[in-house]
C-alpha cells in the first residue's frame, strides 16, 4: 500500500471510530504518510494535530466521496471545520484560525479565506496533495508553474553575497512582472 493508502486508512479508521473520542484519540503513527509528509512536518515545524489535519485534508482529496459522503448538495464531498473538530478534538480551532502555521503557511484554506467558521470547508492548500504523494512533477504543480535554478557559475558575485540578496536578486529578474503572479520560494540557503 501506498504512502497515501495507508493515510486514507488511517482516516476511515477514524471516522469509524467516531474521531477523537476513540480510544485511541486518533492518533497517527508517525510512519504513516511517508517521506512527503514527514518532510513539510520537518520544514514547518508542526504539532501532531496540525500533522493529522494535513493528513485528514490529504486523505479528503484523495478518497474524496469514499471517505466523506456529500452531504452539502455540491460537486465535490466537503469536510468542513466542525467535522475536523469532531474527528480530532481539541485545538483544532486555534490550529485552522487565520493566524495558524497551516493557513499562514498555505498548507491549509479555510472557507474563503476569512476567520474560520464551523461550516466553513477545510482543504488542502494548492499542490501540496500532489508534494505529499511524492516528487511532484511541475505541471502537477499547478498552471504556468516553473522552476527557477540556483545560480552557480561560481561568480564573485555568487560567492560574495549572502542568501538573502541572492534570493532577492532572484525575485527581481525572474519574479517582478507587470501581471500578478504567485510564487513561492522553496528549499532556500
Do not use: Y
Not at 7 to 12: I, K, L, P, Q, T
Not at 62 to 70: K, V, Y
Not at 106 to 121: F, H, I, K, Q
Not at 140 to 160: K, M, N, Q, S, Y
Amino acid at each position: 500500500m501506498d504512502d497515501a493508502g495507508r493515510v486514507m486508512e488511517w482516516a476511515a479508521n477514524l471516522c469509524a471510530r467516531g474521531g477523537a473520542a476513540a480510544p485511541s484519540g486518533g492518533v497517527l503513527d508517525e510512519a504513516v504518510g511517508g517521506p512527503g509528509l514527514a518532510a513539510v512536518v520537518a520544514r514547518f515545524g508542526l504539532d501532531g494535530l496540525e500533522r493529522r489535519i494535513v493528513a485528514l485534508c490529504w486523505a479528503r482529496e484523495r478518497a474524496g466521496e469514499r471517505l466523506f459522503p456529500n452531504r452539502s448538495g455540491g460537486e465535490t464531498p466537503r469536510l468542513a471545520v466542525e467535522g475536523v473538530r469532531g474527528l480530532l478534538g481539541e485545538g483544532v480551532d486555534a490550529r485552522l484560525s487565520s493566524g495558524g502555521r497551516l493557513r499562514r503557511h498555505g498548507l491549509v484554506t479555510v472557507g474563503d479565506g476569512g476567520p474560520a467558521a464551523a461550516r466553513d470547508e477545510v482543504r488542502l492548500g494548492p499542490g501540496l496533495a500532489v508534494r505529499l504523494d511524492g516528487e511532484p512533477r511541475l505541471a502537477d504543480l499547478g498552471p504556468a508553474v516553473r522552476r527557477i535554478g540556483p545560480v552557480v557559475d561560481g561568480t564573485f558575485w555568487v560567492e560574495r553575497f549572502p542568501h538573502s540578496a541572492r534570493g532577492a536578486e532572484v525575485v527581481k529578474s525572474e519574479l517582478v512582472q507587470e501581471e500578478p503572479t504567485l510564487a513561492t520560494i522553496d528549499a532556500c540557503g
